[in-house]
């Protein structure tokens, strides 16, 4: 089984935790991608991120600077989102996080796929970034099916379990065949009457729900059946096959 979940915006630098220990699989491709955008004007970045003034010139001079292959912080701990808060890696166990180095893989524009302790540096781009690069119209085309068949690598079960959002879950999901078996996971509640996922709840379940796997050492896809992280519950007469609905108790 191998879990999927999204990068985060905010980005650190971390190099007195844990050590990397090994570098991106398509870091070939993040030099391009890297490249790319050291050719973009100030404005040009800005417009590509989509991002305030202040933002943008720190992303600016972070790729003016970069060499992807020096001072380094394990993926897992680099990113500052509300998943990777919640997740809290950093006060995992030794089990937990030799769980998440052989299951977990996070989804990224610049990097593609990266495994919990693969190195990085802080940069800015999303997958729906609107960047032309190597003849292709955008990300999505860029890394092509090439994310799905390294997830398929040495998984044994066939099952992605999917915590990413839709627009990282995009760069795989068209891509599954058969033996793949691709669950998404939604974190819902009742509105009025109506089930509904709100975004910044989703975020902070998803993150406990690696945390739950990692810490039960969970192997199956049964097993994550029993997440009950901040009042969620798996409903099975509203999940399916390729789909687990988690609703949130009152």
């Known amino acids: 089984m191998k879990i999927i979940i999204s990068p985060a915006k905010k980005m650190n630098m971390s190099r007195d935790s844990y050590e990397v220990t090994g570098m991106p699989c398509f870091l070939a491709d993040t030099k391009i991608l890297m490249q790319e955008i050291k050719k973009l004007s100030l404005a ?5 991120w989509k991002c305030n003034d202040k933002l943008a010139e720190l992303n600016f001079r972070r790729f003016a600077e970069m060499d992807p292959e020096k001072c380094l912080t394990p993926a897992i701990l ?4 509300l998943q990777y808060q919640h997740m809290a890696p950093g006060v995992f166990t030794d089990r937990a996080l030799s769980y998440v180095q052989e ?4 989804l990224s524009g610049f990097y ?16 729906q970034a609107g ?12 890394w ?14 066939g099952v ?35 089930r509904k996922q709100k975004g910044t709840f989703a975020k902070m379940a998803r993150g406990e729900m690696v945390r739950f796997l990692a810490e039960n050492g969970i192997e199956d896809i049964e097993g994550v059946k029993r997440f009950t992280g901040s009042g969620y519950r798996f409903r099975e007469e509203l999940s399916g ?3 687990y609905v988690f609703v949130k108790e009152k």
């Not at 960047?131 to 860029?142: C, P, T």
């Open 160 to 194: 992605i379990l999917n915590l990413a959002s839709k627009e990282y879950a995009g760069a795989v999901e068209p891509y599954v065949n058969t033996p793949c078996r691709f669950i998404t996971v939604s974190f819902e509640e009742d509105v009025d009457g109506k």
């Open 44 to 48: 040009e970045a800005k417009a590509l």
């Open 103 to 106: 299951h977990l893989r996070i």
């Open 131 to 142: 960047l032309s690069v190597a003849g292709k119209k955008d990300l999505y085309a860029f």
């Open 241 to 243: 096959e390729w789909n």
């Open 112 to 127: 593609g796929v990266l495994k919990p302790f693969d190195g990085v540096v802080p940069y800015r781009l999303e997958m």
């Open 144 to 157: 092509g099916r090439r994310l799905y068949c390294r997830l398929m690598e040495d998984n044994e079960d």
């Open 78 to 81: 680099s990113y500052e989102g």
